[in-house]
């Protein structure tokens, strides 16, 4: 209700908005008529009238900007709200049958391993959060150290089959690069390892219809590491391939608003790589075709390449 009442407040704004704009034009356009003799007035009231028309429109502009930002924030709390209660309310429910009833060691182990997966979900939500909220704040580099993709990718992909309980080949690696090619980042190990979890993660969320995802992992000029998931799940419209990245939005469309998410995924990927040189894009041929998300970083050369292009 409270999103359908900004809805209208933005359409409200809007015609509000393009009404005074009207009015301030067609007094502008009969000052002109009525003082078309008089150079001075024409010289003071054109320009305040300009202004006048633009304040408007930028105020207009601002407003409704604010109530679609506030409208993002009641999503995200709606969509964080729901991941946090979600498995507590799951633990709570298991340690209730553990309390009150008597089970085999077997039923016990079996519920033990559900509470810790919930758990395990908990803590990824309540870290994506933080993680969101310490990027915005961020007002120095942390400390970095030469990282390698290929290590951090392949752990990345075991724990998402860990997590999501998927079968080997739902995630495959394709290397496209010579194995002796070292693929070295300097950066955060921690925040690298968000990248890779955030993508394969938000991969798999978005494959409703099975899972089947193609990690690529290689380099571009030789200068730039670049790692491609690509899925064949609910895929993007080309209008919000863009605004993806951006924080707390999800894409407004039935089949994403039903997935659970806090529309933060995507936003911590491009921060993060950002802040280490690099950056993210989006592709995807279209809804229902898939989508794939690139992220490239630099590659951070060894003394013996340094040497080779010196020399060149």
């Not at 009015?23 to 009231?45: D, K, Y």
């Not at 679609?68 to 340690?95: C, G, M, Q």
């Not at 309390?99 to 060691?105: A, D, I, Y």
């Amino acid at each position: 209700m409270r999103i359908s009442g900004r809805r209208r407040n933005v359409v409200l704004f809007i015609v509000l908005g393009s009404i005074m704009v009207g009015v301030a034009i067609a007094l502008n356009v009969t000052w002109i008529i009525l003082n078309w003799r008089s150079l001075v007035p024409l010289l003071i009231g054109i320009p305040f009238f300009i202004l006048l028309i633009a304040g408007v429109t930028l105020n207009t502009i601002f407003l409704v900007r604010e109530v679609r930002r506030n409208e993002r924030h009641d999503a995200f709390l709606n969509a964080v709200t729901h991941e946090l209660k979600t498995p507590i309310a799951s633990i709570r429910l298991y340690l209730e049958t553990l309390q009150r009833r008597e089970l085999s060691e077997e039923k016990r182990r079996e519920f033990y391993d559900i509470m810790f997966q919930d758990s395990e979900w908990l803590l990824a939500t309540v870290e994506q959060v933080l993680k969101a909220g310490e990027l915005g704040q961020r007002t120095q580099d942390q400390m970095r150290q030469p990282v390698d993709m290929r290590v951090l990718v392949r752990e990345g992909i075991e724990r998402t089959r860990a997590r999501h309980h998927l079968e080997p080949d739902a995630i495959t690696l394709v290397e496209e690069e010579p194995v002796a090619l070292p693929l070295i980042v300097d950066g955060n190990v921690e925040e690298l390892k968000s990248i890779v979890l955030n993508l394969l993660g938000n991969s798999v969320k978005y494959s409703p219809d099975g899972v089947n995802v193609q990690v690529r992992l290689g380099t571009r000029n030789d200068a730039w590491i670049v790692l491609a998931v690509t899925d064949n799940g609910i895929g993007i419209p080309p209008a919000q391939l863009k605004r993806i990245f951006k924080r707390f939005y999800r894409v407004p469309a039935r089949n994403v608003l039903t997935t659970k998410g806090t529309g933060l995924g995507l936003f911590i990927v491009r921060t993060i790589a950002r802040q280490h040189g690099g950056d993210a894009f989006a592709e995807s041929p279209g809804e229902g075709r898939g989508a794939t998300i690139s992220v490239q970083l630099p590659r951070m050369l060894h003394t013996v390449e340094v040497q080779k292009l010196e020399a060149h």
